[in-house]
């Protein structure tokens, strides 16, 4: 059993910050990637960016040069810096954590960027 908590999110005016945290337990043997997905209401779930167990980052162009995200794979923990917050960001922030063949899922954080 794998455990996903994300935690961080909340209220920001736009062209604010926040900084979201991922941390994974349970029977965890080795993680090959982490990385955060959103879903806005009424939309698809998207992905937002991903680091890999080498280091590799990728990200949505939609968050490229906003957005930073980091973490200790090893520690089974990841964070994503989001800076100049539109209101288009928001949204049910989630982590996710490539064990093996499966995908482990947290329940979310939300972000809601509004005046």
């Known amino acids: 059993q794998v455990q996903l908590v994300e935690s961080g999110g909340g209220l920001v005016q736009p062209g604010g910050s926040l900084r979201l945290s991922c941390a994974a337990s349970g029977s965890i043997f080795s993680i090959n990637a982490m990385g955060w997905f959103r879903q806005g209401p009424g939309k698809q779930r998207e992905f937002v960016a991903g680091?890999?167990?080498?280091?590799?980052?990728h990200y949505a162009d939609s968050v490229k040069g906003r957005f930073t995200i980091s973490g200790d794979i090893a520690k089974n923990t990841v964070t994503l810096q989001m800076n100049s917050l539109k209101p288009e960001d928001t949204a049910n922030y989630l982590c996710?954590?490539?064990?093996?063949?499966?995908?482990?899922w947290g329940q979310g954080t939300q972000v809601t960027v509004s005046s």
């Open positions: 680091i890999m167990s080498g280091g590799n980052t």
């Open positions: 996710d954590a490539a064990i093996g063949s499966r995908v482990y």
